[in-house]
């Protein structure tokens, strides 16, 4: 069973870090881009940030500069390092990948179960 799976949220002050790790697991033949998504309570689910297989990035205007992506290709593993937390990013963070599992298959969306992150005083 193919499957992503996040961990290392929690509660930090504003100012504050965490470090967000997603695995992917299962039979996996490739796994293009990756990425970090967010929904806050009352609103849509928003990009944080995206990865390519090469390591190019993409990050939302509202994490530049506090947010760092990365993989490990071999490991099938993407962290996300925020720092300089701020109220505003409170939410639950999606793991995202674009998966193909078998030679010949489109690459599919995926998504992990989500983890909480709460920046609070």
């Known amino acids: 069973q193919v499957q992503l799976v996040e961990s290392g949220g929690g509660l930090v002050q504003p100012g504050g870090s965490l470090r967000l790790s997603c695995v992917a697991s299962?039979?996996?033949?490739?796994?293009?881009?990756m990425g970090w998504y967010r929904q806050a309570p009352g609103k849509q689910r928003e990009l944080g940030a995206r990865?390519?297989?090469?390591?190019?990035?993409k990050y939302a205007d509202s994490v530049k500069g506090r947010f760092t992506i990365s993989r490990h290709n071999f490991e099938k593993t993407i962290w996300l390092q925020m720092n300089s937390l701020k109220y505003e990013d409170t939410a639950v963070y999606y793991c995202?990948?674009?998966?193909?599992?078998?030679?010949?298959?489109?690459?599919?969306?995926?998504w992990g179960q989500g983890t909480q992150v709460t920046v609070s005083s």
């Open positions: 299962g039979s996996i033949f490739r796994i293009n881009d």
């Open positions: 995202n990948g674009d998966l193909v599992l078998r030679l010949f298959d489109q690459p599919r969306p995926y």
């Open positions: 990865i390519t297989a090469g390591g190019n990035t």
